[in-house]
């Protein structure tokens, strides 16, 4: 059974909750950027996402804060500078990252309040958070106001001019996800760190056809044994394989079980073959 939220009569404080704890994990954009007084600020937004590669572009969202639908210094220092950096959080900065989302006055540096260093950028005036692993200078594109009222949300898109990425968490031309230990937002206090057992690889060719559900024996389908991701990670295979030699007394459970942990152990088509002997 699921509970149906109409967000015409959900406050919006449960709201906001229901998208946080659905809508994750989410990236976090570490947002420095300078008043018109040259005041650093540094601020995590987790309503953020890359949206375009050509031209690169990524967007978060600064909301009216729902107590007293006042806006925050990010969303004013985008407004007035024109242009930012994104930090990416790392596990090794997330506490010092979470500081930096406490309310400071306006004058206050979060640099100062959080321990972290500023790093000259660049193209732009906001400074690169120096331990961060990857900082991006951008220019603030457009600002889209989504409404007026306490969780409005002003969508800050910005334009990619300029990637800075440690060579540690690099493999050539590509990151390891490992080596970045990058931090994800989910609801409440919770968050994930994006590394280790908590990161797996699934591929699936593009290029190929898969034979899909519905090209499996129904008895396969059906097993009380195999789960969906294993059932769907046979029909991810371009094609059905040869049927393997049925093994004497080998019980229909029993198949289905070997099927599986060839499966874990990466042997999908073995697994598939397998299971085709008795189906
Ligand atoms: C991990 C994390 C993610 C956050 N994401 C957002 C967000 O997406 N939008 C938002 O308006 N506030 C978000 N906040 C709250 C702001 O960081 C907080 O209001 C902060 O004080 C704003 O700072 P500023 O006024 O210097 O911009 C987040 C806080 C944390 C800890």
């Known amino acids: 059974m699921k509970r149906r939220i109409d967000p015409k009569d959900t406050p919006t404080k449960d709201l906001h909750q229901y998208i946080l704890g659905s809508i994750a994990p989410r990236p976090i954009a570490f947002v420095s950027s ?6 650093e600020n540094l601020a995590p937004y987790s309503f953020f996402n890359a949206f ?10 600064s909301n009216r804060k729902v107590a007293d639908n006042t806006t925050k210094d990010t969303l004013h220092n985008a407004e007035v500078q024109k242009e930012l950096v994104i930090n990416m959080v790392s596990y090794d900065i997330v506490r010092q990252m979470a500081i930096s989302s ?14 972290l260093t500023p790093e000259p950028s660049e193209l732009v005036k906001a400074p690169r958070v120096a331990e961060s692993p990857v900082n991006m200078e951008c220019r ?20 990619i001019l300029m990637i800075h990425i440690d060579e540690k968490v690099l493999e050539g ?60 990670t046979m029909a991810g295979l371009k094609e059905l394989p040869e049927k393997a030699q049925p093994i004497d ?31």
């Open 140 to 159: 603030v594109k457009e600002i889209i106001t989504l409404g007026d009222q306490g969780g409005a949300g002003h969508l800050i898109i910005c334009e």
């Open 52 to 61: 375009s590669s050509n031209p690169p572009i990524a967007v978060f969202s």
């Open 249 to 279: 007394g080998m019980d229909v459970n029993t198949t289905h079980q070997s099927a599986k942990e060839l499966i874990a152990a990466g042997n999908t088509e073995q697994a598939l073959s397998l299971l085709l002997s008795i189906h």
């Open 173 to 232: 031309n590509r990151i390891n996800p490992h080596k970045i230990d990058l931090m994800g937002r989910m609801g409440r206090t919770y968050y994930v760190r994006a590394s280790g057992a908590a990161v797996s690889s699934i591929y699936q060719s593009v290029a190929d056809i898969p034979i899909g559900y519905d090209g499996l024996p129904e008895a396969i389908r059906k097993s009380d044994v195999l789960s969906a991701n294993d059932i769907a």
């Open 102 to 115: 406490v309310s400071y006055p306006t004058d206050v540096s979060e640099f100062e309040k959080t321990g």
């Open 34 to 39: 300078v008043n018109e007084d040259g005041v």
